[in-house]
């Protein structure tokens, strides 16, 4: 591992979240890296590619940096004054594009590294801390967290599931969450989805139960 590199890989993440608490910050990034090393370490992926791509994964994201989202430009550059390889960088940044949720459209990655990447991205998305984030997402985009007359909608493309903006944080669950699980790639990641998922349902029995209409 290039120990150096990694550790400038994190200043870097850390100086581009700073100030930000919906739900994409470095404390996110920082446990998608542990989680996607771990896995890389389990799968015999690149590590140092592993680290770089979770490190890196959300500083371009659709959302945070619309600027420079499509080339991954931040993500670039950075690797690039890094004096990383050609090869490399294109590795990196492919994973970094593969690991995006983008409804029906998302891909399975085309290598382990991406995979492992992938993998420990949704895994953040699930469990106490997805739950969470989702939450807290939805409060800095002024989202409703629930309203029985707004449905959820199923099988997004790529391009409705960006534009999709007017929907509740609860939707969220059934529109991305709950489907995450089937779509794991590692071994140890679909164990841990499948506990993390039983926890999320678990939750959502409850909030119907405590805003349903009916009596207690
Ligand atoms: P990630 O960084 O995990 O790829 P996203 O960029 O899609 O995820 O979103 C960041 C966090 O916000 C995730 O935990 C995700 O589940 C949550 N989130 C995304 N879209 C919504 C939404 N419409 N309502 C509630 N939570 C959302
Ligand atoms: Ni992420």
């Known amino acids: 591992m290039n120990a150096k590199l990694i550790e400038n890989a994190k200043i870097f993440v850390k100086s581009v979240f700073e100030g930000e608490s919906s739900g994409h910050d470095f404390q996110h990034t920082e ?44 993500a670039n550059a950075f690797l690039k004054e890094q004096g990383v ?33 992938q993998d420990a991205d949704r895994i953040d998305a699930l ?28 099988n997004m493309t790529a391009e409705q599931y960006k534009a999709n903006t007017d929907g509740t ?3 969220h669950f059934y529109e991305k969450l709950l489907g995450l699980e089937s779509l794991m790639n590692t071994k140890s990641g679909k164990k841990e989805a499948r506990r993390r998922t039983e926890y999320m349902k ?12 009916a009596d207690y």
């Open 169 to 171: 944080t609860i939707n």
């Open 127 to 154: 469990g106490a801390i997805g739950i969470a984030r989702a939450f807290a997402y939805g409060g800095a985009h002024s989202r409703k967290m629930y309203d029985r007359n707004v449905k959820p909608k199923l």
């Open 202 to 213: 678990e939750f959502l029995n409850e909030f119907e139960l405590e805003t349903d209409e």
């Open 85 to 117: 390889d050609d090869k490399d960088i294109e590795k990196i940044v492919i994973a970094i594009k593969e690991a995006e949720f983008l409804g029906k459209d998302s891909v399975k990655p085309s290598t382990i590294e991406g995979m492992c990447v």
């Open 31 to 74: 446990r998608v890296y542990k989680t996607a090393m771990k896995l890389a370490a389990e799968e015999g992926a690149d590590l140092d590619i592993v680290a770089l791509a979770s490190l890196l994964h959300d500083v371009d994201d659709r959302k945070v940096s619309p600027e420079t989202y499509d080339g991954k430009l931040k």
